[in-house]
């Protein structure tokens, strides 16, 4: 087993098609198709499941690629350590909820480490998914909040997933709306005074449970009789001006990225969510996680409590 094979099987399952990943690696279809097959023999193991339709990671394979990005990762940790960070091409990968500082601070990452070549990459996605993105190291790091309500059950997939959450800030809650929304003009905001307009959410796929909603509250915690779920943070933006919307979250956002006709107020509840960072357990960070949390500190600090 070879590090080569190991970066052909992690390319074969990111894209889930071989021709595809032997452009991306560059190298032959065959000679790619021959690296796998080997690495299979060796191991014992059947990592992909083939068909007409491309290709699909079986259970002990998606096992074995969790257990490989560990390897590439800390192989290049070693080349950033003794070689200076000066050779080969950066990568790195965040999962996160839709957060404007975690946009923010992977842009700073860009910045300081892109050089010539890099391949990085920002999936704003479901909350499991990116539970399932960090512990099979597709993503170094996720973004997520927890709160008293959703805290048991994601704790216990933390920990099921060899997994560790560290608090990044706690605040209380807020609510998106426009500029030009009725609301706008109060300092502070009741769930009475929300009722009539369309509460809008990130939908989870098929976790769609309360413990998942990226949402602190959602429509059975009170009276909420219009509800709009979308996968975008553009898209919930532009509701939440066409047609008064709201949402429920931290109350952090950037004008830069998001423009100026988003704002946050206050809610009147007595209640809090905490953001923080989830990694692997026992595993170094490279240096783009751990300039990537300085950032995201750096964006937030005015929110620290």
């Known amino acids: ?24 690696v560059f190298v032959s279809q065959p000679s790619l198709t021959a690296a796998i097959r080997e690495l299979e023999a060796e191991m014992g193991i059947v990592i992909f499941s083939r068909s007409n339709k491309g290709v699909t990671v079986t259970n002990e394979g998606d096992e074995f690629l969790s257990y490989a990005r560990q390897v590439l990762e800390q192989a290049a940790l070693l080349e950033d350590r ?10 790195f990968s965040v999962s996160c909820q839709h957060y404007s500082f975690a946009v923010n601070a ?20 479901q909350t499991h998914e ?18 008293k309500r959703n805290g048991d059950v994601i704790s216990k997939l933390i920990k099921k997933n060899n997994l560790q959450f560290e608090p990044l800030f706690s605040a209380p809650l807020h609510v998106f709306i426009s500029k030009k929304n009725p609301l706008a003009s109060k300092n502070e905001i009741s769930l009475s005074d929300l009722a009539p307009f369309p509460y809008l959410t990130y939908e989870q796929g098929d976790f769609n449970s309360f413990y998942f909603a990226e949402e602190p509250l959602t429509e059975i915690d009170f009276e909420c009789t219009k509800n709009i779920k979308v996968r975008d943070r553009a898209t919930l933006f532009n509701l939440l001006i066409g047609l008064d919307g709201y949402t429920i979250c931290s109350g952090i956002i950037s004008h830069e990225l998001n423009g100026k006709e988003i704002i946050a107020r206050p809610l009147s509840v007595n209640d809090s969510m905490t953001v923080g960072i989830l990694t692997r357990k026992n595993i170094a960070l490279s240096r783009y996680a751990e300039f990537y949390i300085e950032s995201i500190r750096k964006h937030t600090g005015n929110e620290i409590h």
């Open 1 to 24: 087993m070879t590090l080569q094979q190991l970066k052909y099987a992690v390319a074969v399952a990111d894209c889930r098609n071989i021709t595809e990943a032997s452009r991306k």
């Open 82 to 91: 003794f070689k200076g960070g000066g050779g080969g091409n950066s990568i």
């Open 106 to 125: 992977f842009v700073d990452v860009i910045k300081k480490f892109g050089g010539a070549e890099y391949d990085f990459t920002l999936r704003e996605t």
């Open 130 to 147: 990116i539970i399932e993105d960090v512990a099979h190291l597709k993503s170094e790091i996720g973004v997520l909040y927890m709160s």
